[in-house]
């Protein structure tokens, strides 16, 4: 290894012999545990600051909007502000929705698992393995928890998480059967196939996408039988590919063989009839592009090669991937015209006409609220300024929020300027910063005028 390619952070390392590294090392594990601990400890006060109290008096009225209490973990932990939980989240650099959880961990613990806790505290338990337990305790009922609280205060630091999962298990057996029942129930009413298409980045640089299920078993031999026939049947007819290749081809070819069919639907009211089109249907939308960083479905940069994506996604999707797919026999296309995301064509109405939704949706593509990964397509459309105060429907004035954050913005002090379109600088109830642009979330403290 040559030691002229890596960065030592300014010489601070020039000379120290290994053991001494292994001990600065050290050093950094200790400081950053404790640095954990305090983060818990400051999360736990802030939880004692904001409770609301509950169930009669679940909500409060602050400045003449509801600030619902939420319960963000088991049965008998507080309920706290939802408004102000959005604030600490931001604060912590997290997503909305794995901040909730983090915080409802942690509150979980301090509350539900005081054993748990007080080892954290003292340094005998990680905070990532009490977080472990945290996410399995949730769901019990206080006597369980506290159940598992009492059996691995001792050695919770020690255990493995196995162990901790038995001890879960035991748990709700003695203290908790109805939930035991459910389980098992919920266990047969859990089978899925998923093809996840829906996600962000599901569909990955090289036009593949991840599949995944939880079927019946016996179901799930059938499955594997037809796979495995096909398969080798793709093989003797001079299919090169693995047979992992060809397994994978063998499940589309057998998708394929369904949409042959001719679907008929009667509407039972009119008595309309449609008779889906058979085939692979694809849409193919052209957008103009400036830079060769694009945010559209099929974009030409100025000066350089075609770029193709997937949906309103942003991974990139090479042109011969989409050519294949588009050669696919029985394929129907439907080519939609050029979409200028730079154009601002407003309407009189506050009703938002489709196109415009559209060109909002392939510019920002997810909730712009600080960290939120919601996809723009399941998000409300925000006018950024009212339309009752002169705010046109234009993509200019359109941000797309989800619901959760909308009514953040709407009925609490978060605040937020449009500096361009596209590019978002929100104020917290206690004027923290964030911007959001197509980078991302960025802190900004102090802000940056």
């Known amino acids: 290894m040559d030691p002229e390619n890596h960065s030592n952070a300014g010489g601070r390392y020039d000379g120290c012999s290994t053991a001494e590294l292994l001990a600065g090392i050290s050093a950094e594990v200790r400081g950053r545990r404790a640095s954990q601990v305090r983060e818990w400890a400051a999360i736990v ?28 973990a088991g049965p ?10 959005m604030e600490l989240i931001a604060t912590l650099e997290r997503s909305p929705d794995g ?6 961990r942690v509150i979980e613990c301090a509350w539900r698992l005081p054993g748990i806790y007080a080892a954290v505290l003292d340094g005998r338990c990680s905070t990532y393995r009490a977080e472990q337990v945290a996410d399995l305790t949730r769901p019990l009922s206080r006597h369980a928890a506290a159940h598992v609280d009492g059996r691995l205060r001792g050695f919770v630091g020690t255990c493995t998480f196995a162990q901790i999962q038995r001890l879960v298990t035991e ?17 047969a009413d859990g089978r899925r196939f998923d093809v996840d298409l829906d996600q962000l980045h599901a569909v990955d640089a090289h036009g593949l996408v991840h599949v995944d299920g939880l079927l019946d078993a016996a179901d799930g031999a059938d499955l594997d039988t037809a796979i495995r026939r096909r398969a080798v049947l793709l093989g003797k007819l001079g299919h090169h590919g693995t047979l992992d290749v060809r397994r994978a081809v063998a499940v589309g070819e057998l998708a394929r063989n369904d949409l042959t069919l001719d679907l008929e639907v ?17 849409v193919l939308h052209i957008h103009l592009a400036d830079t060769a960083i694009t945010h559209t479905s099929t974009d030409a940069a100025a000066g350089g090669a075609p770029v193709g994506r997937w949906e309103d996604r942003q991974t990139p ?13 029985g394929t129907s296309i439907t080519v939609k015209p050029v979409i200028d995301l730079a154009d601002h064509v407003p309407v009189d109405s506050y009703e938002i006409p489709d196109r415009l939704r559209e060109r909002v949706r392939l510019r920002d593509h997810t909730c712009r609220y600080p960290w939120c990964p919601r996809q723009a397509t399941r998000c409300d459309l925000d006018h950024a300024r009212p339309h009752t105060r002169g705010g046109v429907t234009c993509p200019c004035n359109l941000v ?4 959760r954050h909308h009514r953040a913005k709407t009925h609490s002090a978060w ?10 600088l929100w104020t917290s109830p206690h004027h923290r910063h964030y911007l959001v642009d197509q980078h991302g979330t960025h802190a900004l403290d102090p802000p940056d005028h």
């Open 76 to 85: 008998g932990a507080p309920l706290v502000s939802e408004f102000g939980l």
């Open 99 to 104: 901040g909730r959880a983090y915080v409802g």
């Open 45 to 72: 006060a802030w939880a004692d600051r904001h409770v609301v109290d509950g169930p009669a008096g679940a909500a409060t009225l602050t400045a003449g909007f509801l600030d619902t209490g939420i319960p963000i």
């Open 317 to 329: 999707i090479s042109v011969e991937q989409i050519r294949e797919w588009l050669q696919t026999p």
């Open 415 to 424: 605040r937020y300027a449009v500096i361009d379109p596209g590019t978002y």
């Open 171 to 187: 748990a709700i057996s003695l203290h908790d059967p109805d939930l035991a029942e459910a389980r098992r129930a919920d266990a």
């Open 400 to 403: 797309p929020l989800c619901r």
């Open 266 to 282: 009667v509407d039972e009211e009119t008595g309309e009839v449609t008779v889906a089109a058979a085939g692979r249907r694809a």
